[in-house]
């Protein structure tokens, strides 16, 4: 009985992952096609679709673009949520509680909402349409998240490791 459960358990992960994973497989696949069209059957690797796209100067551009907006709005999202994650955690101030739910609020909004806002709102304070507002808004959907992960860390047992760290002659910013 016990060997059927766990062999119902196996067949039902490997038919999800399945499920998952199958189509960008197939995508994979199919995207190193010689053939004009992606259709079955596969006649042969090649890669002639991404030289095609590499070979684009617009299509390059956009890459390196979406690059940097992702890099360094994560970056911005992990420092700010770092330094208010660590702020929250080691001062207790009337109202943080209230500034902590403010600072998480927007994980309970919908993205494209959040997103259709920042947009009304940079029209609104004529700030104009930037890879530099693109990033803002970045931050701005990241930030909570990074901050929930972080702030959850920064707990009574963190406090205690760096106890021990400066028990052991560590200095407190070490």
């Known amino acids: 009985m016990r060997a059927a459960v766990r062999f119902a ?8 992952y399945g499920f998952i994973f199958l189509p960008v497989v197939v995508l994979v696949l199919f995207s190193l096609q010689a ?4 259709i079955p059957p596969f006649t042969g ?9 590499l070979s684009d100067a617009r299509l390059t551009s956009a890459l390196v673009n979406s690059l940097l907006v992702a890099v360094l709005s994560s970056l911005a999202s992990v420092t700010l949520g770092f330094l208010s994650a660590w702020g929250f955690a080691r001062f207790v101030l009337p109202g943080s509680a209230l500034l902590r739910g403010l600072i ?43 901050f929930a992960i ?6 009574d047992h963190q406090i205690n490791i760096e ?12």
């Open 9 to 16: 358990a196996w067949l039902y992960a490997v038919a999800v």
């Open 35 to 38: 053939t004009s069209f992606p």
């Open 45 to 53: 690797p090649s890669l002639r679709w991404y030289q095609a796209v």
């Open 104 to 146: 998480t609020l927007p994980l309970t909004v919908s993205y494209l909402i959040i997103g259709m806002g920042l947009l009304v709102l940079f029209n609104w304070a004529g700030v104009p349409k930037s890879l530099l507002a693109a990033g803002i808004g970045h931050v701005v959907i990241n930030l909570p998240l990074c």
């Open 150 to 155: 972080i702030y959850s860390q920064m707990g």
């Open 163 to 174: 106890r021990a760290a400066r028990d052991l002659g560590a200095a407190e910013w070490k």
